[in-house]
């Protein structure tokens, strides 16, 4: 390499790319956040179509619509939490791996039968 290296070129040339990537990329960001938003007023109306015939998936030739629903449970009472007999839960899971404790009811039926308290 007998070429002398001209680092000014190389500085501009490094900047111009730079700036084209920038620009690149808040052109992309714009339209991706109107697709989102597009999708969004979909997932809305996808879920209205779940929830009037109270289904939890709908297939369609495209593809399967699925609902999904997260629960969380925060506890108040941590006194009552760190008193709670745990073994009598494993117990109960071992017996019967089909008790789904995620679901209201499925809560409801063991805090009636006595194997959760009251708070949970």
């Not at 839960?89 to 499925?106: G, H, N």
């Amino acid at each position: 390499m007998n070429e002398v290296l001209n680092t000014e070129e190389i500085v501009s040339a490094y900047l111009a790319i730079r700036a084209e990537r920038e620009r690149i990329l808040r052109e992309y960001e714009v339209a991706d956040t109107a697709l989102k938003s597009d999708m969004s007023r979909l997932e809305a109306v996808l879920l209205e179509a779940c929830n009037a015939v109270n289904a939890d998936s709908i297939k369609t030739t495209y593809g399967t619509v699925m609902r999904k629903l997260n629960e969380r449970a925060y506890c108040t009472d941590w006194d009552s939490f760190r008193k709670f007999d745990w073994n009598t839960l494993t117990m109960i899971f071992e017996r019967s791996a089909s008790i789904r404790v995620t679901s209201r009811p499925s809560l409801k039926i063991m805090r009636i039968r006595g194997f959760l308290p009251a708070f949970l």
